[in-house]
């Protein structure tokens, strides 16, 4: 099959040489789904009635492949499959280890109710301009970020996701999204830059892009290579994309201009690359790294989540305040990283969980309270209970996820990373989470009061009245959809906390992983 | 820019650059070349036939949307990293075989295939984007 | 060899950061250019400069013959200039269709989506 020549050499030294078994292809399926979907749906681009459809088929497939990768990785351990048959490290290798296959299962799950969503949102000039082919480009890259065993691999996702939230954030090229996407480019074109100038230096230093090679290399190494400025460049590349404070300014600048649906996508999906990547490089690759940069790391996290809940505060647009609420969650997660115990990292990764559902549906309330209150400002929202009981019931189920209280999911990862602060003895974290749970709860209250409790303020003398666009029992069904899982876990958290625990312990205990890339222990 | 030189001599110049740029992909098989830069020069040639002869002409050249041209090639591509699964190899693996045709032996490979598509989906996707700034030039 | 394009990337680097510091977005983007070739030239750097004769496989033979020089940094980089190259095209356009749209490049006058002078959420009601 190599070719007539391969008679003559052994090829079993460059190549390898069993047959792959179909159930391994689940690697790659994640990845492999969405770009022949969103292949399809470009060149098919005038069929613009069945784009919504066969995305929504493509997206059900995403998530199927997604929880059965899930179930595989959490019964028998990462699983690995190297591409074109050359040995790792040579090849690029996907590998799926629990933390990235419950990171990509929730994306796939977030994006398909997105979706749904997007029936009613994106009209027939969105359609035309190609929102469906760049939501599951998209999705390509968000699902190959979180699945690839290879670090310039993992650039290459980034980029793919990040030209694609280029379209999606210029859809409608109206002047505020122009505006925003500027901004959004070009300092998420710094940050991957910064990414890439990281990634150089490590290939100076390890001779290897395959994170499998790095992290049984990193201790031979620790003694002369230049470990510490790798992993601070990772910190600070990756918290650029996480939208850590002090570089975290092109998150309000452009989160609020898209459509909701998108709005949506990208306050839950794009900042959790960044730290799904964080957790990647730091606890996996840079252990001991991490741990001499565990106080700036705290710090980082404090100021993130206290500076985003206190700029919730001060916003009057409901979704310029989500979007503090998405960086003020980031900060939540950051804590588990810098604590970098088993229980402060599986708290961020249940964070992360229970933060892509909440924050996709944050956006999408928004998007309905519009509908029903005809505008975005709390100076003009009033009187919503009376308008629909229904989504008031959700908004508050949501008020309670968001700042992390009982019955929602919000509590447990804030418990668990609690827990771990207070083990690790630094209670200024802790009471960091703390506070920032209850100034939280205090911007999300004061949403909920203004927008649903107050009566309709008369605004000029007249009544904002609602704009409707499309079906609103559909929207209300959507934030159902997200509802349900979001009390669920909040009921029922030990399979969640489970999953995460296991996912923490394969970051800190990296064997099985480096096994499932060089099975043989060779390469 | 629209000399009568330059728009006479555009169709015969952009017609030689696509059959080179068909070269340079093919090329890359073996020897330097390939799809990304054999796809370029397919590209600047479309943007020279639009400097000249204005953007609709070009797309009616092309027949097909630009961004249609990049999905096909990019499913191309998809496509022939998939055929390993048949093979029991895992993803992206090259696959070869040769075919007689008119008396020569032919090799194919899954490589070419996805090297087409990496040419496809870098004239479709390049090409949009030089004639949307060409066309804010017309304007 | 190494020291040379050590500094030539140091140079890069502070010519591109310097333009990036700039206000306008033109500038910027032409920062953001030398920013990313700095990148290329030190990855190029990264993988070790050599004379050794380029890695390709003689006719007939299945291993190369001699030592090689590592092909693998110039893949990234050409990895790295694709993917620069396409941001840049849209860079391009979209500062264009900012230029258009807003009617200047200075970025502190660039307040569309966060405008100046916005009025602080009810305090009661």
Same mark, same amino acid.
């Given at each position: 099959?190599?070719? @007539?020549?391969s008679? !003559? &050499?052994?090829?079993?030294?460059? !190549?390898?040489?069993a047959?792959?078994?179909?159930?391994?292809?689940l690697?790659?399926?994640?990845?492999?789904?969405?770009?022949?979907?969103?292949?399809?749906?470009?060149?098919?681009?005038?069929?613009?009635?069945?784009?919504?459809?066969?995305?929504?088929?493509?997206?059900?497939?995403?998530?199927?492949v997604?929880?059965?990768?899930?179930?595989?990785?959490?019964?028998?351990?990462?699983?690995?499959?190297?591409?074109?048959?050359?040995?790792?490290?040579? $090849?690029?290798?996907?590998?799926?280890?629990?933390?990235?296959?419950?990171?990509?299962?929730t994306?796939?799950?977030?994006?398909?109710?997105?979706?749904?969503?997007?029936f009613?949102?994106?009209?027939?000039?969105?359609?035309r301009?190609? /929102?469906?082919?760049?939501?599951?480009? *998209?999705?390509?890259g968000?699902?190959?970020a979180?699945l690839?065993?290879?670090?310039?691999?993992?650039?290459?996702?980034?980029?793919?996701f990040?030209?694609?939230? /280029?379209?999606?954030?210029?859809?409608?090229?109206?002047k505020?999204?122009?505006?925003?996407? &500027?901004?959004?480019?070009?300092?998420?074109?710094?940050?991957?830059?910064?990414?890439?100038?990281?990634?150089?230096?490590?290939?100076?230093?390890?001779?290897?892009?395959?994170?499998?090679?790095?992290?049984?290399?990193?201790?031979?190494?620790?003694?002369?290579?230049?470990?510490?400025?790798?992993? &601070?460049?990772?910190l600070?590349?990756?918290g650029?994309?996480?939208?850590?404070?002090?570089?975290?300014?092109?998150?309000?600048?452009?989160?609020?201009?898209?459509?909701?649906?998108?709005?949506?996508?990208?306050?839950?999906?794009?900042?959790?690359?960044?730290?799904?990547?964080?957790l990647?490089?730091?606890?996996?690759?840079?252990?001991?790294?991490?741990?001499?940069?565990?106080?700036?790391?705290?710090?980082?996290?404090?100021?993130?989540?206290?500076?985003?809940?206190l700029?919730?505060?001060a916003? =009057?647009?409901?979704?310029?305040?989500?979007?503090?609420?998405?960086?003020?969650?980031?900060?939540? *997660?950051?804590?588990?990283?810098?604590?970098?115990?088993?229980?402060?990292?599986?708290?961020?990764?249940?964070?992360?969980?229970?933060?892509?559902?909440?924050?996709? #549906?944050?956006?999408?309330?928004?998007g309905?309270?519009?509908?029903?209150?005809?505008?975005?400002?709390? %100076?003009?929202?009033?009187g919503?209970?009376?308008?629909?009981?229904?989504?008031?019931?959700?908004?508050?189920?949501l008020?309670?996820?968001a700042?992390?209280?009982?019955?929602?999911?919000?509590?447990?990862?804030?418990?668990?990373?609690?827990?771990a602060?207070?083990?690790?003895?630094?209670?200024?974290?802790?009471? #960091?989470?703390?506070?920032?749970?209850?100034?939280?709860t205090?911007?999300?209250g004061?949403?909920?009061?203004?927008?649903?409790?107050?009566? #309709?303020?008369?605004v000029?003398?007249?009544?904002?009245?609602?704009?409707a666009?499309?079906?609103?029992?559909?929207?209300?069904?959507?934030?159902?959809a997200?509802?349900?899982?979001?009390?669920?876990? $909040?009921?029922?958290?030990?399979?969640?906390?489970?999953i995460?625990?296991?996912?923490? %312990?394969?970051?800190?205990?990296?064997?099985?992983?480096?096994?499932?890339?060089?099975?043989?222990? $060779?390469? | 820019?629209?000399?009568?030189?330059?728009?006479t001599?555009?169709?015969?110049?952009?017609?030689? !650059?696509?059959?080179?740029?068909? /070269?340079?992909?093919?090329?890359?098989?073996? @020897?330097?070349?390939?799809?990304?830069?054999?796809?370029?020069?397919?590209?600047?040639?479309?943007?020279?036939?639009?400097?000249? %002869?204005?953007?609709?002409?070009?797309?009616?050249? !092309?027949?097909?949307?630009?961004?249609?041209?990049?999905?096909?090639?990019?499913?191309?591509?998809?496509?022939?990293?998939?055929?390993?699964?048949?093979?029991?190899?895992?993803?992206?693996?090259?696959i070869?075989?040769?075919?007689?045709?008119?008396?020569?032996?032919?090799?194919f490979?899954?490589?070419?295939?996805?090297? +087409?598509?990496?040419?496809?989906?870098?004239? $479709?996707?390049?090409?949009? +984007?030089?004639?949307?700034?060409?066309?804010?030039?017309?304007? | 060899?190494?020291?040379?394009?050590a500094a030539?990337?140091?140079?890069?680097?502070?010519?591109?950061?310097?333009?990036?510091l700039?206000?306008?977005?033109?500038?910027?983007?032409?920062?953001?250019v030398?920013?990313g070739?700095?990148?290329?030239?030190?990855?190029?750097? =990264?993988?070790?400069?050599?004379?050794?004769?380029?890695?390709?496989?003689?006719?007939?033979?299945?291993?190369p013959?001699?030592?090689?020089?590592?092909?693998?940094?110039?893949?990234l980089?050409?990895?790295?200039?694709?993917i620069?190259?396409?941001?840049?095209?849209f860079?391009l356009?979209?500062?264009?269709? #900012?230029?258009?749209? +807003?009617?200047?490049?200075?970025?502190?006058?660039?307040?569309?989506?966060?405008?100046?002078?916005?009025?602080l959420?009810?305090?009661?009601?």
């Amino acid at each position: 099959m190599a070719g @007539e020549v391969s008679g !003559m &050499t052994d090829i079993s030294g460059a !190549m390898i040489t069993a047959p792959v078994a179909a159930a391994d292809w689940l690697v790659i399926a994640p990845v492999v789904v969405p770009l022949v979907f969103g292949a399809l749906l470009l060149m098919f681009r005038h069929e613009m009635r069945w784009h919504g459809i066969v995305a929504m088929i493509g997206l059900a497939i995403l998530v199927g492949v997604d929880a059965a990768l899930l179930k595989r990785v959490l019964a028998e351990g990462p699983l690995a499959m190297t591409m074109g048959r050359w040995l790792p490290p040579f $090849g690029i290798s996907f590998t799926a280890d629990a933390l990235g296959a419950v990171f990509a299962l929730t994306a796939g799950v977030v994006a398909l109710i997105c979706a749904v969503f997007s029936f009613r949102d994106i009209g027939v000039s969105g359609r035309r301009y190609g /929102f469906y082919p760049f939501l599951m480009l *998209m999705m390509a890259g968000v699902s190959g970020a979180f699945l690839t065993g290879d670090i310039f691999n993992l650039y290459v996702w980034f980029e793919v996701f990040v030209i694609a939230s /280029f379209g999606l954030l210029i859809l409608g090229s109206e002047k505020a999204q122009i505006d925003g996407a &500027t901004k959004y480019a070009i300092l998420n074109l710094v940050g991957t830059t910064l990414f890439l100038i990281a990634t150089a230096y490590l290939y100076g230093t390890f001779g290897t892009l395959n994170m499998a090679d790095i992290a049984r290399k990193a201790d031979g190494l620790r003694g002369t290579g230049p470990l510490m400025t790798l992993a &601070t460049l990772y910190l600070l590349a990756f918290g650029m994309k996480a939208a850590a404070f002090p570089v975290n300014f092109w998150l309000p600048a452009s989160y609020h201009t898209p459509r909701i649906v998108i709005a949506a996508l990208f306050g839950a999906l794009l900042t959790k690359i960044g730290v799904y990547a964080l957790l990647r490089t730091l606890v996996m690759l840079f252990p001991v790294e991490r741990g001499i940069l565990a106080e700036t790391i705290g710090w980082v996290a404090a100021a993130t989540m206290i500076l985003g809940v206190l700029g919730a505060l001060a916003q =009057a647009d409901t979704r310029r305040a989500f979007g503090f609420l998405v960086i003020s969650s980031v900060g939540v *997660m950051l804590a588990g990283l810098a604590l970098g115990s088993e229980t402060g990292l599986s708290g961020t990764i249940f964070y992360a969980v229970h933060s892509m559902l909440t924050m996709g #549906a944050l956006y999408m309330l928004a998007g309905m309270m519009r509908e029903f209150g005809g505008s975005f400002s709390l %100076h003009e929202l009033g009187g919503l209970y009376r308008l629909s009981p229904l989504l008031t019931a959700i908004a508050f189920l949501l008020v309670l996820a968001a700042a992390g209280l009982p019955p929602a999911s919000g509590l447990w990862p804030k418990i668990l990373l609690v827990k771990a602060a207070l083990e690790a003895s630094a209670w200024w974290l802790a009471g #960091a989470i703390l506070l920032t749970g209850f100034l939280t709860t205090i911007a999300m209250g004061r949403i909920f009061l203004l927008a649903f409790w107050r009566d #309709a303020p008369a605004v000029d003398g007249r009544h904002v009245t609602a704009a409707a666009t499309g079906s609103r029992s559909l929207g209300q069904g959507v934030l159902i959809a997200f509802a349900v899982p979001i009390l669920l876990i $909040g009921i029922v958290p030990e399979p969640v906390i489970r999953i995460a625990a296991q996912a923490a %312990h394969g970051l800190l205990e990296s064997a099985p992983y480096i096994q499932a890339v060089f099975p043989a222990g $060779g390469g | 820019m629209r000399t009568l030189i330059f728009r006479t001599a555009a169709p015969y110049l952009s017609s030689l !650059m696509l059959l080179f740029s068909v /070269f340079v992909l093919l090329r890359g098989h073996n @020897e330097p070349g390939g799809g990304f830069i054999g796809g370029l020069i397919a590209v600047s040639a479309f943007a020279i036939l639009g400097i000249a %002869h204005g953007v609709p002409a070009v797309r009616r050249a !092309m027949y097909f949307h630009p961004m249609a041209v990049s999905g096909f090639g990019l499913l191309l591509s998809a496509l022939s990293g998939l055929l390993s699964f048949v093979y029991e190899v895992p993803f992206l693996t090259g696959i070869w075989t040769s075919v007689h045709l008119l008396g020569m032996e032919v090799d194919f490979s899954t490589v070419m295939f996805f090297d +087409i598509g990496v040419y496809l989906v870098v004239v $479709g996707s390049i090409t949009s +984007i030089a004639l949307a700034l060409e066309e804010r030039e017309d304007n | 060899m190494e020291p040379v394009f050590a500094a030539l990337v140091g140079l890069f680097f502070a010519v591109g950061i310097y333009l990036m510091l700039s206000k306008h977005v033109v500038r910027i983007l032409l920062g953001v250019v030398i920013f990313g070739n700095a990148v290329n030239l030190l990855i190029f750097t =990264a993988g070790r400069i050599l004379r050794e004769v380029a890695a390709i496989i003689p006719e007939g033979a299945d291993t190369p013959v001699g030592p090689i020089s590592n092909p693998l940094p110039q893949a990234l980089i050409l990895t790295a200039i694709v993917i620069s190259f396409s941001f840049f095209a849209f860079l391009l356009v979209l500062a264009y269709r #900012a230029y258009q749209e +807003i009617g200047t490049d200075d970025t502190d006058g660039m307040r569309v989506a966060e405008p100046a002078g916005e009025p602080l959420p009810p305090i009661g009601y």
